[in-house]
């Protein structure tokens, strides 16, 4: 991270997927770029993915996106979260309505109305990082950037609370280790590999998925 903050979330939001969508939910005020988006981009990693997130719901995303046609595909309407494709660049992003304590990797999650009570949720501090779109802040309550810059993945409040709200983060704290090169905070790992039991209620699509991106890893044998 040598440049400074402010350079670097202007890169972001200079987008042209940013001002695509931004311009479309215009009535959001709130409108943030969320989790490894905004990771990444700080890491100074390429990440073709873009993740919104808002107070506003599913429909209401749907609505304002069609008026500005916007194609709107309902990938995972049971986590809150809809895919927006924008046919002039080719490409998706995902927008997701903030989300409050009751998330389960059955879906039905709370909604909130504040991207400070959303990023309790995350899974790492890490991920937890938010830049709100409109007036340009960088969103850090759970001290990720500091841990960013040492190199921990560490849980957001008690990681066990987090792992039993999808199991699957346990193989994503793995994958983050091998893929960043980062040391596993004692706590959270603990947490992962007493709660690891757990990964048998997640589908086999899913843990697949992790598990290649772990194999992909420059040491997946670590």
């Known amino acids: 991270m040598t440049e400074p903050i402010n350079e670097i979330i202007n890169k972001l939001i200079l987008d042209d997927r940013v001002r695509i969508i931004s311009d479309a939910l215009t009535i959001d005020q709130d409108l943030c770029l969320v989790g490894g988006t905004v990771r990444d981009l700080f890491l100074q990693r390429e990440n073709t993915d873009l993740d919104f997130a808002t107070t506003l719901l599913p429909d209401q995303i749907k609505n304002e996106l069609e008026k500005k046609h916007i194609r709107v595909i309902p990938t995972g309407l049971k986590h809150q979260t809809i895919t927006a494709y924008i046919e002039s660049l080719d490409c998706s992003v995902e927008i997701t309505t ?24 995350r899974d790492f501090t890490i991920n937890s990082l938010a830049i709100n779109i409109q007036n340009k802040i960088l969103i850090d309550p759970n001290m990720g950037i500091k841990d960013l810059q040492n190199k921990i993945i560490k849980g957001v409040g008690d990681p066990a609370e987090r792992f039993s709200e999808d199991p699957l983060r346990i193989l994503r704290m793995i994958r983050f280790s091998e893929t960043l090169d980062f040391k596993i905070d004692d706590s959270t790992f603990l947490a992962g590999k007493n709660l690891s039991q757990s990964l048998k209620n997640i589908s086999i699509e899913r843990i697949r998925e992790e598990f290649n991106k772990i194999l992909l890893s420059n040491k997946p044998s670590r």
């Open 98 to 121: 903030f989300r409050d304590e009751g998330m389960s990797p059955e879906g039905g999650v709370k909604n909130s109305n504040s991207v400070i009570t959303d990023l309790q949720f």
